[in-house]
């Protein structure tokens, strides 16, 4: 029989439902990630949905587009979304496609033996892995606070095997001249992951608050924004915090830094008219490093 060696594949396999919802951790939108991965208090392009289902109300009717090449470009992130606002409510959709090619899989020269420096594994083939996510989105609000609500269908292909799920997010945003504030429940109703295997999983809630002050500087210009989301994971021990910051000269030129699980990041921006371009550089100490780039349009 050949043993078959898939790597890269998410640990949720392994670990159980603790990483179920592992797949929805690569987070989406340049701005947010330059920023240390804070968007549960920004609600400028249609990422939010992502973030916060209730920051699509505060959102320009827009769509968002992003690339991003995770570690060193060995796992893919692409992502794509709309907002429409309409009166007091607003819809949106969303679609994350996070998929790796090229994973080897051996077989030994010699099945009946174990590996050795007589036998060497050697690769037969090669697989991928591919997670769709999409996402429809409506919020509804005033005209400082709004709530709102993902409703999610997620499946899985990891060559070896497939699953399939779905789940809820419920969020809160609330705004004033200078302050944004959010808070979101993601996958609050325990969203299930059922695999081709019969395996069942549910996927933990997580609870995360953001909260976003702007700070003017009228004399030159610009303005700053500053960022902490505190994130966490029900049943599991401890919290994230994550730090952005953002510099906005004319509302055209951004500079970006930030802290996301411990590790920094950074980005630059531009927009112009209708049209943004920003990108994201993330740093990681062990799965090396990786890069966002996104696109929107506003209409």
Known sequence: ????????????????????????????????????????????????????????????RSAH???????????????????????????????????TDGIKLTTLPDTT?????????????TVGTADYLFYINCSKGGEHLAFGANVKVFYRDLSAITGYGGGLDLGVAYRVDYLKAGVTVRD????PLVWSSGLKETILPKIALGLAPTIPLRAVNSTITIETD???????????????????????LFGRMGVYQGNFTMGV??????????????????LENTNKISAGLRF
């Open 65 to 99: 587009l992003m690339h991003a090449e995770n570690f060193a470009g060995i796992v893919k992130n692409e992502f794509g979304a709309v907002v429409f606002p309409h009166g007091s409510m607003s819809l949106g959709l969303g679609i994350q496609y996070v998929h």
């Open 188 to 191: 609050f109703i325990l969203s």
């Open 269 to 286: 921006g531009l927009q112009y008219k209708k049209f943004s371009l920003d990108y994201a550089f993330m740093t990681h100490p062990d």
């Open 1 to 60: 029989m050949h043993r078959i060696m898939i790597f890269l594949i998410v640990p949720a396999l392994l670990a159980g439902t603790k990483y179920a919802g592992e797949f929805q951790e690569l987070q989406v939108g340049a701005r947010a990630s330059a920023m240390g991965g804070t968007g549960i208090a920004q609600f400028g392009d249609p990422t939010v949905l992502y973030f916060n289902p209730a920051g699509t109300f505060f959102t320009p």
């Open 113 to 125: 033996s174990s590996p050795g420096s007589n036998n060497i594994p050697i690769a037969y083939d």
């Open 230 to 252: 505190i994130v966490k994971v029900i049943d599991i021990a401890g919290f994230d915090v994550n730090l952005g910051l953002e510099y906005g000269y004319k509302e055209l």
